[in-house]
């Protein structure tokens, strides 16, 4: 998707709603402006608020690197790798996995195409709070920072500059939909490592396509730990954000 990855953006929305008290649905036109039709989500946070969940969390699996996935069925363990995001919930536990799906005939006059996103929910261990509550951000941040200047120096064959030439102002100016009540550090961290992740996978798109099996290797050995690095930080963000919409003191919708 052209932004952040959904699971993300769903998540700092619904905690940012759930402090507010806006009608869940307003949010997730806020969160999925790039989506035509969602199923499947609202009423599973509508569930979730009922029985008293204060914020949302996303998870970014990647192979080997479960991140904050929690504690899961097979099923849904896949599916999340599948899809390499989802959302969850730490206390009474519960996870929604996103599916892409395009609708709309081929052959229509005007060539329209449809964007939905189907979420499949699944039952999840709770997430001790000591877990949330300890993940860094200021390491993640520091974490991302190195990662870069490491990938740059990894990339001295030019391959950082011919990755993505003419990508620049898509990748790194774009303005973020997010809540405007987020933290600076919190808000810098996603931004940041949203631009980062986008970068790093078009550079490994480029590495595929590079003229020598020795070069195709070192460009992704030096933009696999980047876009490693640049996920932990997403994750880490929507988590602090989480955190800090669910110690805000609760409004109610007038």
């Given at each position: 998707?052209?932004?952040?990855?959904?699971s993300v953006?769903?998540?700092?929305?619904?905690?940012?709603?759930?402090a507010q008290g806006?009608?869940?649905d307003?949010?997730l036109?806020?969160?999925?402006?790039?989506?035509?039709?969602?199923?499947?989500l609202?009423e599973?946070?509508?569930?979730w608020?009922?029985v008293?969940?204060?914020?949302v969390?996303a998870?970014?699996?990647?192979?080997?690197a479960?991140?904050?996935?929690p504690?899961?069925?097979?099923d849904?363990f896949?599916a999340?790798?599948d899809?390499q995001?989802?959302?969850?919930v730490?206390g009474?536990?519960?996870l929604?996995v996103p599916?892409?799906?395009?609708?709309?005939a081929?052959?229509?006059?005007?060539?329209s195409?449809?964007?939905?996103?189907?979420?499949?929910s699944?039952?999840?261990?709770p997430?001790?709070?000591?877990?949330?509550?300890?993940?860094?951000v200021?390491?993640?941040d520091?974490?991302?920072?190195?990662?870069?200047?490491?990938?740059?120096?990894?990339?001295?064959d030019?391959?950082?500059v011919?990755?993505?030439?003419?990508q620049?102002?898509?990748?790194?100016?774009?303005?973020?939909?997010?809540?405007?009540?987020?933290?600076?550090?919190?808000?810098?961290?996603?931004a940041?490592?949203?631009?980062?992740l986008?970068i790093?996978?078009?550079?490994?798109s480029h590495a595929e396509?590079?003229?020598?099996?020795q070069?195709?290797?070192?460009?992704?050995s030096?933009?696999r730990?980047?876009?490693?690095?640049?996920v932990?930080?997403l994750?880490?963000?929507?988590?602090?954000?989480g955190?800090y919409?669910?110690?805000?003191?609760r409004r109610t919708?007038?």
């Amino acid at each position: 998707m052209p932004e952040l990855p959904a699971s993300v953006r769903v998540a700092v929305w619904t905690s940012f709603a759930w402090a507010q008290g806006v009608d869940a649905d307003t949010v997730l036109r806020r969160a999925l402006p790039d989506v035509d039709v969602v199923l499947g989500l609202s009423e599973r946070l509508a569930l979730w608020q009922e029985v008293g969940e204060r914020a949302v969390y996303a998870a970014l699996p990647r192979p080997g690197a479960p991140g904050l996935l929690p504690r899961c069925s097979t099923d849904a363990f896949a599916a999340a790798a599948d899809a390499q995001e989802a959302v969850f919930v730490a206390g009474v536990g519960g996870l929604a996995v996103p599916r892409l799906v395009t609708f709309g005939a081929e052959d229509d006059a005007i060539g329209s195409e449809g964007l939905a996103i189907r979420w499949e929910s699944f039952d999840a261990a709770p997430v001790p709070v000591h877990r949330l509550a300890g993940v860094d951000v200021a390491g993640a941040d520091r974490a991302l920072r190195q990662a870069v200047h490491a990938a740059a120096d990894g990339l001295g064959d030019g391959g950082w500059v011919d990755a993505w030439q003419g990508q620049p102002a898509r990748a790194t100016e774009r303005e973020w939909s997010l809540p405007t009540d987020l933290p600076e550090r919190v808000r810098g961290l996603l931004a940041r490592a949203g631009s980062i992740l986008e970068i790093a996978e078009l550079g490994l798109s480029h590495a595929e396509r590079s003229t020598t099996a020795q070069l195709t290797g070192e460009r992704q050995s030096a933009l696999r730990p980047l876009r490693d690095t640049a996920v932990a930080a997403l994750e880490a963000a929507t988590c602090s954000a989480g955190a800090y919409f669910a110690a805000q003191p609760r409004r109610t919708s007038s």
